[in-house]
């Protein structure tokens, strides 16, 4: 229940996680049951595109075809798992999701390159941080393997729903979540992983506007050693309200400072930070509060490749008026400029045309997801 307080009534603040249009509430049914059915590669490649406006995306959810879902048995282990057609599944809303908030999300994306292969960008790594999450939360989640699994039949079941190359991506919502009834603060007796997936736009393309981030100084923050570095769901209630508060006042989003000290800043709502001086590029270091994006990590190690000298370290909220560029990075921004911090009602603004150091990273990152560039990492998994 603690989930349900902090978010807001109406559905406008509700991110994707929570937004799961095709569930169907029945409080007599089980906890969580899907309808398997049997879908042959002939009918998932009858036609090659969806019937849609692919210049004109945007980032609302869309309806997709098939989701992924397979649940936990008594010893943790979770069943092979099968597709089924958006919306057949069923929750019981006395458990599940509603189980004190105890449930983990991930987000990831395939890209279609030029040549028309579909591409996963580091699955492993979202898969792990889930396992990390899930060991903090008490929970079972799947295999590495398993999860990839997953996430593999969700894409290739859609694979009609991936854009052209250039068009965006189908951005994937791995979720687990407690599914079954218990009392009190009791875990789950069983989990539900499932995957679901829908087409978006590229954040940021020529014309996009660049962020202008507003710095909040008071919000609750995950603490030291609690849930902090993962995707818990019970973490983004307070986000959620700090980042309503900034977007009526003009905003796009909100830079956090740390909550022990108030004079370091940690990260925007659901990106990562970082700032350029001259051959240096800072970050703040991922000290339990701040999530390790897997953005965020590819980034350092181009930087690094090419030359840069990064720093993972505290950042004092001052430190923003001396960077030429700043810039940040997540699975769902990929690698965006920022064109002004407001702090204490002082306004910075960066020059986002001259911004050759994020341009760079985001070209290059770009270019590896989407097959374009080499993969001398072996980051990009192919899957069709």
Not at 4 to 10: A, D, G
Not at 224 to 238: D, F, Q, R
Request: glycine share 10%; aromatic share 8%; proline share 4%.
């Amino acid at each position: 229940m603690a989930l349900l307080r902090c978010i807001p009534q109406s559905s406008t603040y509700l991110p994707k996680m929570i937004q799961i249009r095709g569930f169907r509430m029945h409080g007599t049914k089980a906890a969580a049951s899907v309808v398997e059915e049997h879908i042959s590669r002939a009918e998932r490649e009858d036609e090659e595109y969806a019937d849609v406006d692919w210049d004109n995306l945007g980032f609302s959810l869309v309806r997709t075809d098939y989701m992924f879902a397979t649940k936990s048995s008594s010893d943790g282990n979770f069943d092979q798992g099968y597709l089924s057609r958006y919306g057949n599944i069923e929750l019981n809303p006395a458990a599940g999701i509603l189980n004190y908030g105890q449930g983990l999300i991930e987000g990831l994306k395939a890209y279609r390159g030029e040549d028309g292969r579909v591409l996963l960008f580091r699955p492993d790594l979202n898969a792990m941080r889930m396992k990390m999450g899930a060991e903090r939360m008490c929970m079972h989640s799947p295999s590495v393997q398993h999860f990839i699994e997953g996430v593999k039949q969700t894409v290739l079941a859609n694979r009609r729903w991936v854009p052209p190359p250039g068009k965006g991506s189908l951005y994937l919502r791995p979720l687990l979540f407690g599914s079954g009834a218990s009392l009190g603060v009791a875990a789950a007796p069983e989990y539900t992983f499932l995957v679901f997936g829908s087409p978006v736009q590229n954040y940021f393309k020529e014309g996009t506007a660049a962020l202008n981030l507003y710095v909040e100084e008071v919000v609750p923050r995950a603490y030291l050693g609690g849930t902090g570095g993962v995707k818990a769901i019970s973490n983004y209630g307070p986000v959620l309200e700090a980042m309503r508060r900034a977007k009526s006042r003009g905003f796009s989003d909100v830079l956090y400072l740390d909550a022990e000290t108030g004079k370091n800043i940690e990260e925007v709502s659901a990106s990562n930070i970082f700032l350029v001086k001259g051959n240096t590029i800072v970050t703040p270091a991922t000290n339990g509060t701040i999530l390790g994006g897997i953005t965020r990590k590819s980034v350092i190690e181009i930087a690094l490749d090419l030359g840069y000298k990064v720093e993972e370290r505290s950042v004092a909220v001052e430190e923003l008026k001396d960077a030429r560029e700043v810039f940040c990075t997540g699975t769902a921004t990929g690698v965006a400029s920022v064109g002004s911090i407001t702090f204490q009602n002082t306004r910075t603004e960066y020059k986002v045309g001259d911004a050759l150091v994020t341009q760079q990273l985001r070209s290059i990152l770009v270019g590896i997801q989407t097959g374009s560039i080499q993969d001398t990492k072996d980051w990009v998994l192919e899957i069709a």
